[in-house]
């Protein structure tokens, strides 16, 4: 019913920017929740910013004031802006969205984002 497509990560260095995609195929269902998640290597996946199809958005500390987050919900696509990187933001970032009046939480196959120093 859904499917998500990752798109934008690279290589990039310390301040330097990317913006990462997330292209849904949806069908018989609207997206409540958007969300982008990262994973560095040996550490847990986290909440990096989350948007609702009201609106509302919120970001983890981490990347507040550096990255923002944004959704054009006719297309089903969201966008992470990310500026101002650090080495520690490098993470392979997925993409994840839950369906409205539905438990299950769909995911993107990620994008490897790298931040040189």
């Known amino acids: 019913q859904v499917q998500l497509v990752e798109s934008g990560g690279g290589l990039v260095q310390a301040g330097g920017s990317l913006r990462l995609s997330c292209a849904a195929e949806?069908?018989?269902?609207?997206?409540?929740?958007m969300a982008w998640y990262r994973q560095a290597p040996g550490k847990k996946r986290e909440l990096v910013a989350i948007a609702t199809i009201g609106g509302s958005t919120d970001y983890a500390d981490s990347v507040k004031g550096r990255f923002t987050i944004s959704r054009d919900n006719d297309k089903n696509t969201m966008y992470l802006q990310m500026s101002s990187l650090k080495p520690e933001d490098t993470a392979v970032y997925y993409c994840?969205?839950?369906?409205?009046?539905?438990?299950?939480?769909?995911w993107g196959q990620g994008t490897q984002v790298t931040v040189s120093s």
């Open positions: 949806v069908s018989g269902a609207v997206l409540d929740i």
């Open positions: 994840h969205a839950r369906p409205k009046y539905s438990p299950i939480n769909y």
